[in-house]
């Protein structure tokens, strides 16, 4: 579209001025069109300057995670190489198993600027206010067990870490199974469910929320948010590019060279491990110290008896 071509031809030259006649040669599009088209542009959101003799100059995208914003400059193998995004939806994993039964190829990203009933683990709500977080699901066929299913959340939360350092400039930790933290907050979770049958994984939905200029008033008090801890506001378009992309070079990573790196990135980022932790199982407890990752992201608890108890699912406390 001439639309596109315009857009193209002013974010390729970041801080400069371009003329009317060289937007045209550009775009395609005539000089007479150009200011309608720039109209078009600044009504759809993005900050657009104009100088009397000197042309337009690209200034800021909109604050929307919007598929042309998110592909841009975004050079990945297989996460993010299809993006649908929405204004409001129910749930964004709902998208994407929809997406996976008809039969979508893998790397589809679904992002939603609100959700009304956005999941989290053991059927809890992730609270999704519009235009604040980053709410993601990715659609993946990888070939494993569903045993090894759990290792597509440890390459979230490692993913997770390097996307908020990179998108954010702020340290991040993991919290096994499924949290991120900052500090002792919440700022992001995790979520991943599966379509299998007779020991193989036909599709794996990927879902995450990660609260990113949310505010305090719309954060239960256990979380944080990107800019609360940052002090300022964050780019979210940003953030959300640095995630697809670390998805992605982690999923490359896991699914060509096996789990050894990924797990080795886990450890190094975790915060529960070398703790005093209670982990609540589903018809147990178990106390100890929280003393490594199994080959498929368990967490290896070694209690006062000395003995090593594998756990694969549950909910963490921290003793100290």
């Known amino acids: 579209m001439s ?137 993946l066929r990888p070939k494993l067990a569903p045993a090894d299913a759990p290792l597509l959340t440890v390459l979230a939360a490692v993913a997770l870490v390097e996307a908020i350092r990179e998108g954010a400039g702020l340290e991040a930790r993991i919290k096994w199974p499924n949290d991120v933290l900052i500090g002792e907050r919440k700022v992001s979770g995790i979520l991943t469910e599966l379509q299998s049958e007779l020991g193989q994984v036909h599709a794996a939905v990927l879902g995450i929320g990660l609260n990113v200029n949310t ?50 990135a886990w450890q190094a980022a975790s915060m529960t491990l070398g703790r005093r932790v209670r982990v609540a199982c589903q018809d147990r407890s178990v106390d100890g110290e929280a003393a490594g990752v199994g080959p498929a992201g368990a967490l290896l608890v070694r209690t006062d008896t000395g003995r090593m108890e594998t756990v694969t699912a549950g909910e963490v406390l921290i003793l100290r």
């Open 215 to 264: 505010p305090r008033s719309a954060l239960p008090k256990f979380a944080t948010s990107l800019a609360l801890a940052r002090g300022e506001r964050c780019d979210r378009l940003a953030v959300a590019r640095a995630l697809l992309a670390a998805l992605d070079r982690w999923y490359v990573e896991l699914t060509r060279r096996g789990a050894g790196r990924l797990l080795t």
């Open 3 to 139: 639309e596109d071509r315009l857009l193209t031809a002013l974010r390729e030259h970041p801080g400069a001025f371009l003329s009317g006649e060289q937007l045209s040669r550009a775009s395609g599009i005539s000089r007479a069109a150009i200011w309608k088209q720039i109209e078009k542009l600044r009504e759809e959101g993005y900050e657009i300057a104009a100088q009397p003799h000197l042309g337009y100059q690209f200034v800021a995208p909109p604050d929307r995670l919007i598929p042309e914003e998110l592909s841009w400059g975004l050079k990945t193998a297989v996460v993010g190489r299809r993006i649908s995004s929405y204004a409001r939806t129910d749930s964004t994993m709902e998208i994407a198993h929809r997406l996976a039964a008809a039969g979508e190829p893998e790397g589809h990203a679904v992002f939603a600027e609100a959700q009304t009933r956005g999941r989290g683990r053991l059927g809890r709500t992730w609270r999704s206010p519009a235009g604040q977080g980053v709410y993601l699901s990715v659609l």
